[in-house]
């Protein structure tokens, strides 16, 4: 796990061997700490490089390691040897040296770092803290203002800012294992003392309580409700104001809480969540290791309003050729300039060059017919969409594989539209596209495994977290966030407010409430689908207003909202007001606040004091009981694509790992209890009726996310 040899007569080379990204494992700790021991030891060896195989010096702690039986030898010891060593100690870092990669190398004298590597202390993303000495080290070595930042948001920082900040102290184009030995060869026999960082000041700061008030106000409202940003401001402020020995000692016990807490459960249960969701696999069998995707070098994206923009910035920047397409001239000029604003200001945050030169815009149809993949993004309108597919299955070179950004309509009907059916498949893209992270890649009936891996591939390429997901109504997201809504307008009839909701939902972790997120993703949308549905229907002169529609219990507030013509923000008035069309910012509107006043009393319905449990339980379980019986129905092939679904689509916060981990933290028995207990004063609500899934998860004595799969597979064998 760790082997140490010998090169350029005086050097011990000491590599770290745990493919793929050497974590430190408990044997490569031991392996290192065997390493170190004997080329100290040894008086041939005048220095030492430390370097990790496979072009990549280390990814940091064994995450899978944690827990309360860790065995073998402790980092802090270990890199603490490497600190006190007696003759020079290189890190030759290349591919990512992050956490306790990181901590590693800071305790080396020297670090030579190639120019492609990543470095950073991501701790605080796994709600945890750099534990082994590096909120004590990085203050000392490159200040505290940049430290604050690196490691409250666990960026990974290129080696070209690490040179500037002073973290490594050499950046090579070359082999960097020979330029670490030939720098270490050169400063064999010189002085280390300047070189150990511990022994460093820490450097001053003129209006320290200033600045630690302000990043600590920062991150509160930034992470709210996370703690393991706040623990990292305090341990580094113990840099600044203890000696090292008494901040390591604050770095440990602030560690040794957030080691334990339910918080660092979910967010490293988040970080495999996020690579499980790549070994996707579809009801027939078919999955990830038997599917081979086909290659993209040229896609087309047809219709270029909101959505259509966005993918097309994002198959830009990921160097895939576009062919923009958009029939109206006026709305092509308007989305060429967007794009190209879009990719230059990208490109300037990002400090490389803008992809404008791969894309090339049309308003003939007939343009995608060579291209190997069609996004289609026009209006959500079926015969509309129907239509499209027809044109393209007629337009396209044999093979090209058809994809809709559909975010509700049935992927089986498009499919049906052309000669090639499996060659359809869904990508769901969440606006602004080229920005969030979630893609649900949508299975219908006939879809190929091809096409499915296909569309995993091209958006893993695109920076995205692909899901693949099933084809039932809003697929797995927006279906899930039907009874969320529902249970949303239901309290205000029973006597919440909009604020009431919203707050309860923001102070859960939720970045907006749900009629905040509603105000700004605007109203019309689901009253458009509401109408198609035969659901909502004018209120009408007669005032009549019916409750119960289908048989279920049904809430007509948003689309009396939206007969008053307020849509949201993009009209200036919502469930709150703004000012102005496109205003941004949410205040109370004592209009809402009559119209739930008249609307209750034309109900005969009496408001009753609602508190946050009750809108939490309510909102939140009825999400999760959807979840839930997309599981059983085989829709999602695992809880983990549905909290991945949540985290990077809907806000879910992240340090509650996404609904089916909180589900499971708080406890499956206490899920079904009260939503038999809501189920029961509401009958005409079936989304409150417990699903089989959960009740035969109680049964089985509720177990852990990871062995739901077990249970799943009994129920769906059965159905
Ligand atoms: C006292 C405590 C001291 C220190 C605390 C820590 O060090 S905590 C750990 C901090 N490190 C990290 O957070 C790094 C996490 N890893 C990554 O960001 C990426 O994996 C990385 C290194 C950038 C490589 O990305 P890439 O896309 O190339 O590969 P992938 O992410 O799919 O990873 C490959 C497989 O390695 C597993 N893995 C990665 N890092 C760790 C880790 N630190 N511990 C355990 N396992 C890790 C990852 O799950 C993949 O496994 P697979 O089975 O193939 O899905």
Redesign the pocket.
């Known amino acids: 796990m760790a082997q140490l040899s010998y090169v350029s007569g005086s050097v011990g080379l000491i590599t770290l061997q745990n493919p793929?990204?050497n974590?430190?494992s408990a044997a490569t700790r031991q392996g290192i700490m065997e390493s170190m021991k004997k080329a100290l030891n040894d008086p041939k060896v005048k220095s030492v490089v430390i370097c990790g195989q496979n072009g990549?010096f280390c990814?940091?702690?064994?995450?899978?390691?944690f827990g309360p039986n860790i065995s073998g030898p402790?980092?802090?010891p270990l890199i603490y040897d490497i600190e006190v060593a007696n003759k020079p100690v290189v890190a030759a870092i290349e591919?990512?040296a992050?956490?306790?990669?990181l901590?590693l190398a800071l305790t080396c004298h020297y670090r030579i770092a190639h120019s492609k590597t990543?470095l950073g202390?991501?701790?605080v993303?796994?709600g945890?803290l750099?534990?082994?000495g590096?909120t004590q080290l990085l203050p000392r070595l490159i200040g505290i203002p940049a430290s604050l930042e690196l490691i409250t948001t666990?960026r990974?920082i290129t080696a070209a800012e690490a040179l500037q900040l002073g973290l490594v102290d050499h950046v090579t184009q070359s082999d960097t294992v020979d330029s670490a030995v030939k720098f270490a060869l050169s400063v064999e026999g010189e002085p280390l003392d300047s070189r150990r960082i511990s022994k460093r000041p820490c450097p001053h700061l003129p209006d320290l309580d200033a600045v630690f008030e302000a990043v600590m106000q920062k991150v509160r409202q930034k992470f709210y409700g996370a703690i393991a940003p706040i623990a990292c401001v305090q341990a580094v402020r113990a840099a600044a104001t203890l000696p090292f020995s008494e901040g390591m000692k604050r770095e440990q016990q602030l560690?040794s809480t957030l080691f334990t807490s339910g918080q660092a459960r979910a967010l490293q249960y988040s970080?495999?969540a996020q690579?499980?969701v790549?070994?996707w696999s579809m009801p027939s069998g078919a999955s990830w290791n038997t599917s081979k995707a086909r290659p993209v070098h040229r896609a087309a994206v047809l219709g270029l309003g909101t959505m259509g923009r966005g993918i097309t910035v994002a198959l830009a920047q990921a160097g895939v050729s576009v062919v923009a397409v958009e029939i109206q001239e006026k709305q092509l000029n308007e989305a060429r300039e967007h794009v190209y604003a879009t990719l230059e200001r990208g490109a300037q945050q990002s400090g490389v060059s803008p992809s404008c030169a791969n894309i090339t815009y049309s308003h003939d149809i007939q343009a995608v017919a060579d291209v190997d993949l069609v996004i289609e993004a026009v209006l959500e309108d079926l015969s509309l969409k129907e239509k499209v597919f027809q044109q393209l299955s007629a337009i396209c070179k044999p093979g090209t594989l058809l994809c809709s950004n559909t975010s509700s309509l049935d992927l089986n009907c498009l499919a049906s539209q052309t000669k090639n059916p499996e060659l359809v498949v869904g990508m769901h893209f969440f606006a602004p596209a080229h920005v969030m992270k979630l893609l649900e890649v949508v299975y219908g009936s006939k879809s190929s495994p091809e096409a499915v891996a296909t569309a995993m591939q091209l958006g893993k390429k695109m920076g995205k977290i692909s899901v693949a997901v099933g084809n039932c109504r809003g697929f797995v997201g927006n279906r899930m966030l039907k009874p969320y809504i529902e249970q949303s307008y239901f309290l205000l009839e029973e006597g919440a407010t909009p604020e009431l909701v919203d707050k309860a939902l923001e102070e859960f972790g939720f970045p907006m409430g749900v009629f905040r997120m509603s105000d700004l993703s605007g109203l019309d949308v689901g009253w458009r689908v509401r109408k198609e549905d035969g659901l909502a229907e004018p209120v009408g002169t007669s005032g009549q207003i019916t409750r119960l529609r289908g048989g279920r219990r049904y809430s007509p507030l948003g689309d009396i909202l939206c007969e008053h013509g307020r849509f949201g923000q993009k009209t200036g008035l919502g469930w709150y007001q703004y000012g102005r069309p496109g205003g941004r910012v949410a205040k109370s509107d004592p209009w809402v606040f009559n119209l739930l006043e008249e609307y209750r009393a034309r109900l005969g319905l009496t408001a009753r004091p609602i508190d946050q449990q009750e809108v939490l339980e309510r909102c939140l379980y009825s999400l999760i009981n959807e979840g839930l019986c997309i599981l059983e129905e085989g829709f999602a092939s695992s809880p983990e694509d549905i909290d991945v679904i949540y985290v990077f689509g809907y806000g879910w916060p992240k340090h509650r790992g996404g609904p089916m981990f909180y589900a499971s933290m708080v406890g499956l028995a206490t899920v079904l209890e009260r939503l038999d207990h809501y189920y029961r004063s509401n009958p005409d609500v079936p989304s409150l009726k417990p699903c089989k899934l959960l009740r035969q998860l109680v049964a089985s004595g509720s177990p852990p996310v990871h062995k739901w799969k077990e249970i799943t597979k009994k129920i769906q064998n059965r159905l």
């Open positions: 793929p990204v974590v430190l990549v990814a940091g702690a064994d995450i899978k390691e402790s980092i802090v591919g990512s992050l956490g306790g990669g901590e990543r202390l991501p701790e993303t796994l945890l750099p534990g082994a590096g666990g990974h560690m970080f495999f690579r499980a790549g070994r």
